[in-house]
């Protein structure tokens, strides 16, 4: 119930009405499958509950519930038991740990300390950049499904981002020729709604798709000289405004 308190954090009531029916219900909650039962079923008991005793008149806690999917990766152990992806070399088709000693390779699960199938965020950042690892766990699946891990995955992710660097530099030395591309602008704007319409609908997986099509047209329009220069200014700024709320 302490969420309640959110709504007027510095009275010395518990509760206040007027504040409790401007700020509830939730508009959206968002929660891994674990949270089924301590958060949502214990915080709508609490409304009903308080509702009942007359503390507030709210009926329901929150508008919407989007369930969100688990970070998953392979399983490993050797025979002194569980090691994380990083201390496991693959060697042929076969698995070793540091000491050349055979690794059995386990389930795909979520990641967990238990069974070190974890990976140290600190390791992707300081490889690829905290950009790229948002960019892959996002493009990778829908948000309401499990995101299996790959090494590949986030590899070809940070291929992309650098892909975009790229564009700044082909802008500074783009001689245009193309004079007739409202067309290719009328698609590129199409692309840029679909995007916000996917974000709002949470299928971000979506967005990101419609992200790698903006660029492919972009990069086809620049390669065969057809956008003009303020064209290629204009799609820029529009692929800066849309790869926001993926990669600040």
């Known amino acids: 119930?302490?969420?309640?308190?959110?709504?007027?954090?510095?009275?010395?009531?518990?509760?206040?009405?007027?504040?409790?029916?401007?700020?509830?219900?939730?508009?959206?909650?968002?929660?891994?499958?674990?949270?089924?039962?301590?958060?949502?079923?214990?915080?709508?008991?609490?409304?009903k509950a308080l509702r009942d005793l007359g503390y507030f008149n709210l009926n329901e806690p929150f508008k919407g519930l989007f369930t969100q999917g688990m970070v998953t990766h392979q399983t490993y152990r050797n025979k002194e038991g569980w090691l994380e992806p990083k201390d496991v070399q693959k060697i042929g088709d076969d698995f070793f740990d540091g000491d050349k000693n055979p690794v059995e390779v386990g389930k795909i699960e979520k990641m967990s300390k238990s069974k070190k199938n974890v990976i140290d965020p600190n390791d992707i950042i300081n490889t690829y950049g905290a950009d790229t690892a948002r960019w892959f766990m996002l493009s990778d699946s829908p948000p309401e499904r499990d995101l299996q891990w790959t090494d590949t995955g986030i590899a070809s992710s940070f291929k992309f981002i650098n892909k975009l660097y790229e564009f700044v530099h082909k802008h500074k030395q783009y001689n245009a020729s193309g004079t007739d591309d409202n067309e290719i602008v009328e698609k590129l704007k199409s692309i840029v709604n679909e995007v916000t319409e996917n974000i709002e609908a949470f299928q971000f997986n979506k967005s990101v798709a419609k992200i790698y099509e903006f660029v492919n047209i972009l990069n086809e329009a620049i390669t065969n000289n057809i956008f003009t220069k303020d064209s290629?200014?204009?799609?820029?700024?529009?692929?800066?405004?849309?790869?926001?709320?993926?990669?600040?």
């Open 1 to 47: 119930w302490y969420y309640f308190r959110y709504c007027n954090a510095r009275s010395n009531d518990a509760f206040d009405k007027e504040d409790i029916k401007y700020w509830l219900p939730v508009d959206q909650y968002i929660g891994g499958i674990e949270h089924a039962i301590l958060h949502l079923l214990y915080s709508r008991f609490f409304t």
């Open 232 to 248: 290629f200014d204009w799609s820029l700024k529009k692929l800066a405004i849309i790869l926001q709320p993926f990669v600040p």
